[in-house]
């Protein structure tokens, strides 16, 4: 992914609400197959790692990221953003994270 296009998806990930959070238990296979569903009807998503785990973000969203075979667009404190592109959601000038 090139810089500008980071970029752009940090600047429409700013406005996201959480919609994943990671708990103390990690990163289980039912989370990942949640997040699965989220990233394929969304595209774009923000997640955030709970205070009493011991996960760090960086490493929950490289972890997530590889599993998912999505891109890591940021990290800010216990929150992150990634980004899998989905050719099967119909063109449409509104993105649907925008929905």
Known sequence: MKGKDRAAL???AHHLSVQVHIGHAGLTPALL???DDVL??????????AK???????????EAA?????EVVQVIGRTFTL?????DLPDADVPPWRG
């Open 33 to 35: 197959a949640s997040l």
């Open 10 to 12: 940090r600047a429409e």
């Open 83 to 87: 980004y899998r592109e989905n050719p």
């Open 66 to 70: 590889g599993a998912m075979r999505a």
């Open 52 to 62: 009493a785990g011991e996960l760090k973000a960086k490493d929950a969203a490289r």
């Open 40 to 49: 394929r009807t969304h595209e774009l998503v923000k997640l955030q790692v």
